[in-house]
């Protein structure tokens, strides 16, 4: 496993342009979420010293309170920029993970982004069925923890419970995402065109054949990306974001995280393309005796609608010194 990690960090080291392009469109899209809000600062209402007081650490409830009180046309922008820019999000997404796996594989990364793309958009409908199977698991064990321990008088059996539902569901997840890019591999590399058979395949393969390395993978990746939303949390709200000093670390912190979870997301496709690579059999080459090394000899043209007769010739074999000197 730690092999094909290694394999996948130098992939992306060497593809520091997929990177550049990631972080250039992820700011993109976060310039364009923030328009809509900054029309809401621009009202009477911000102007307010109470919610100033409640936006100086970009409270959650600062914003719905903006959102609540203006009933105008920055509410309504923000309102109408939410589904756009979730739509744009997917896109971009979709495409840009189409051109990074064809990079990571040795392709040109605007050839991935046009030719695989929408391969792409239909395998992520189809990994909507595997997730709709999770979300209707993860119903049916809150169901069966609140059929045996909710008319108990403890919650303690509940939040138990709670948390290794949880926990199993971070676990399948996990199992999805990695069958899922396994098969976006596969689709770039084998130039696959069906998505319904490549998902199954994808699913197989990874039960069968590249569980452990492909899920420890995975994991250790989501754990990276965790663990630096974690750090970010810890550190933001020490730092002074009343003045613009503080904003702007904050800022260089957030493009920090943004940055290091777009280095884990093209470290895991790299490294699944190594694995895929390793583990994939492929037809073993012909033995050069079996192949045709001799036209065919000279002589009348064939019958038409007969099959041509071609000449193959058989191996040699070694002589010994008795049989090269001849008959004596």
Request: hydrophobic share 55%; aromatic share 10%; proline share 6%.
């Amino acid at each position: 496993m730690l092999t094909f990690l290694s394999n996948g960090l130098r992939r992306a080291s060497q593809a520091k342009g997929v990177l550049a392009a990631y972080w250039l469109v992820y700011l993109l899209l976060g310039l364009l979420l923030a328009l809509p809000f900054s029309a809401l600062l621009s009202t009477d209402l911000a102007n307010s010293l109470y919610l100033r007081e409640m936006g100086g650490h970009f409270d959650v409830a600062y914003i719905s309170e903006l959102l609540r009180g203006t009933r105008g046309a920055p509410a309504a922008a923000v309102g109408a920029a939410m589904p756009v820019l979730a739509l744009m999000f997917f896109l971009v997404n979709v495409l840009l993970s189409a051109g990074a796996i064809r990079r990571l594989t040795g392709g040109r990364f605007g050839e991935g982004a046009t030719k695989y793309f929408w391969r792409f958009v239909r395998l992520f409908l189809m990994s909507l069925l595997f997730l709709a199977v999770l979300a209707g698991l993860n119903g049916g064990l809150t169901a069966i923890a609140d059929r045996i321990w909710g008319d108990g008088s403890e919650l303690a059996p509940l939040a138990i419970a709670a948390r290794i539902r949880v926990a199993v569901m971070f676990l399948l997840f996990g199992v999805v995402v990695t069958v899922f890019d396994i098969a976006r591999v596969r689709i770039v590399v084998e130039d696959v065109r069906s998505v319904v058979r490549t998902s199954f395949w994808a699913l197989r393969f990874v039960l069968r054949r590249v569980f452990w390395p492909g899920y420890g993978i995975w994991l250790l990746t989501a754990l990276f990306s965790m663990a630096l939303v974690a750090a970010y949390f810890a550190v933001a709200p020490s730092l002074p974001q009343t003045t613009g000093f503080g904003v702007l670390l904050l800022v260089v912190l957030q493009q920090m995280v943004i940055l290091g979870r777009i280095c884990s997301r093209i470290t895991l496709w790299g490294s699944l393309a190594a694995l895929y690579e390793d583990r994939v059999e492929r037809p073993l080459p012909v033995p050069l005796e079996q192949e045709l090394i001799a036209p065919p000899a000279a002589g009348p043209s064939p019958v038409e609608g007969e099959p041509e007769q071609l000449l193959l010739i058989p191996p040699l074999t070694p002589q010994t010194d008795e049989e090269a000197a001849g008959p004596a």
